[in-house]
């Protein structure tokens, strides 16, 4: 049974840090290209972090410089450290798994194989 489990969110105020969990199981974690999306109030969910099977990344415009990802293979998780953050941050973070596709599929959702089900980042200002 194939899961991904996101953990880490909660309320901070803008300007803190935050590191979230995406924990997986039920599939072969180093075929898959791992990313973070961000869904905020009204909006359409967005991938704000990819990481690729060999461990390269890629960041949206918005997050770039205040968000990294990185990847444990032996533990089958991936992280995302977020730093500086602002109230637009705000939001449901998910994790998917992409089978067998690089960065260059990455920030397509319609690419994605399986889905977490998100935890909520909420950012005060």
């Known amino acids: 049974q194939v899961q991904l489990v996101e953990s880490g969110g909660g309320l901070v105020q803008t300007g803190a840090s935050l590191k979230l969990t995406c924990t997986t199981s039920?599939?072969?974690?180093?075929?898959?290209?791992i990313s973070w999306f961000h869904q905020g109030p009204g909006m359409d969910r967005e991938a704000v972090a990819c990481i690729d099977r060999r461990g390269d990344s890629d960041y949206s415009d918005s997050k770039k410089g205040r968000f990294v990802i990185s990847r444990d293979n032996a533990k089958n998780t991936v992280y995302l450290q977020m730093t500086d953050l602002k109230p637009e941050d705000t939001g449901v973070y998910l994790c998917?798994?992409?089978?067998?596709?690089?960065?260059?599929?990455?920030?397509?959702?319609?690419?994605?194989?399986?889905w977490g089900q998100g935890t909520q980042v909420t950012v005060s200002s």
């Open positions: 998917g798994a992409l089978y067998m596709r690089g960065l260059e599929y990455a920030f397509g959702e319609e690419w994605y194989d399986h």
């Open positions: 039920g599939f072969t974690f180093t075929d898959y290209t």
